[in-house]
């Protein structure tokens, strides 16, 4: 079955940088376009970026263009996303998610998550 | 790129129908038939019930369905089950290549 595993959330100091890992496993990974989605503490949930399924295109939110970078590395079956020049609103539950079919902005499978806290 | 507006919560009895509204921009859900609606029980991963405003994915029950008008796009449930009680979130393309999502609706059954 499809399984989506993040990894690398903690606390880091504003600033600081963090590498959040998405573990995929169950399908062909290197079929499908991935996304980041996180979720603030109270808040709703705000779409972060997008690779495609080759790691051709790459799409990401204004509230961290130029700050996080998604990447994939297919042989790995896993997704990345290196943010830097972390701020206190970029805490957060970080979300990678599968892409629906052949579709680009729905998602079928997403993982549980990984905390980010920054502070100081 | 602001969050598209949801009512924080809505209910009804078994067996009633309910509506979801999302409301967006000309920039997003006016613009494009790219609206989708999820299902999400508190500790279970969000569930995709609708995409392209009004399609249904293999396995979600026809008692759930979209429509859009303008900018505001909808989800009705018809048909109350217990078990449809749950968060319901929409989300929308937009002009900039980017999504946005929801706040989130509460259903209560």
């Known amino acids: 079955q499809v399984q989506l595993v993040e990894s690398g959330g903690g606390v880091v100091q504003p600033g600081g940088s963090l590498r959040l890992s998405c573990a995929a496993s169950?399908?062909?990974?290197?079929?499908?376009?991935m996304h980041w989605v996180r979720q603030a503490p109270g808040e709703g949930l705000e779409w972060v970026a997008f690779?495609?399924?080759?790691?051709?295109?790459?799409y990401y939110a204004d509230s961290v263009k130029g700050r996080f970078t998604t990447s994939r590395d297919n042989s790995k079956n896993t997704l990345y996303l290196q943010m830097n020049n972390l701020r206190g609103e970029d805490t957060a539950v970080y979300y990678c998610?599968?892409?629906?079919?052949?579709?680009?902005?729905?998602?079928?499978?997403w993982g549980q998550g990984t905390l980010v806290t920054v502070s100081s | 790129q602001s969050a598209l507006t949801q009512p924080a919560s809505v209910s009804g009895s078994r067996g009633q129908s309910i509506t979801i509204s999302c409301t967006g921009t000309?920039?997003?859900?006016?613009?494009?038939?790219?609206v989708s609606w999820y299902q999400h029980h508190p500790g279970k991963a969000p569930k995709l019930m609708i995409y392209?405003?009004?399609k249904r994915p293999s396995g979600v029950s026809n008692r759930f369905s979209g429509s859009k008008s303008g900018n505001t796009a909808s989800l009705t449930v018809s048909g109350l089950q217990a078990e449809d009680e749950a968060d319901y979130f929409c989300?929308?393309?937009?002009?900039?290549?980017?999504?946005?999502f929801g706040g989130g609706t509460k259903l209560t059954v």
């Open positions: 000309s920039s997003d859900v006016g613009a494009y038939n790219y």
């Open positions: 989300s929308s393309y937009t002009s900039s290549n980017t999504l946005v």
């Open positions: 998610a599968k892409v629906y079919d052949d579709t680009w902005g729905y998602f079928d499978y």
């Open positions: 392209d405003v009004n």
């Open positions: 169950g399908f062909t990974f290197s079929s499908y376009g």
């Open positions: 690779i495609r399924y080759d790691g051709s295109n790459k």
